[in-house]
């Protein structure tokens, strides 16, 4: 179910930065799990982020790790991924994810099918 709204997706040079938004969390935001996904042309959708609760675990995918970063804003209710040092390979579509349940600092975030509620997607175009 799509509710989220991306933002802050766009056109880049390798080596570059950009910072995506996420908005439209419903429920206990600071207790929910929340992630980052990735699409590539004809690629299925993979993990990049993910943070477990406010002030809980985070975690990454090995190729984004050190270049990417998760944050929330529970004023806000909004989350944020922080890319840096951009590559070809990030090309794609981002999309923000929510799962309603509490869960555990030990839990993955990182499966498509434990989130509850999606965006439609923000295009990052990454050229060498």
């Known amino acids: 179910q799509e509710q989220l709204e991306e933002t802050g997706g766009g056109m880049v040079q390798a080596g570059d930065s950009l910072k995506l938004s996420c908005v439209g969390f419903?429920?206990?935001?600071?207790?929910?799990?929340v992630a980052w996904f990735h699409q590539a042309p004809g690629n299925e959708r993979e993990f990049v982020a993910g943070?477990?609760?406010?002030?809980?675990?985070?975690y990454y995918a090995t190729s984004v790790k050190g270049r990417f970063t998760i944050s929330r804003d529970d004023a806000k209710s909004t989350i944020y991924l922080q890319m840096n040092d951009l590559k070809p390979e990030d090309t794609g579509v981002y999309y923000c994810?929510?799962?309603?349940?509490?869960?555990?600092?030990?839990?993955?975030?990182?499966?498509?099918?434990?989130?509850?509620?999606w965006g439609q997607g923000t295009q990052v175009t990454v050229s060498s």
């Open positions: 943070s477990t609760r406010s002030g809980g675990k985070t």
């Open positions: 419903r429920g206990p935001f600071n207790t929910n799990a």
């Open positions: 994810a929510q799962k309603l349940a509490e869960t555990s600092d030990s839990w993955y975030p990182g499966l498509v099918d434990e989130y509850d509620y």
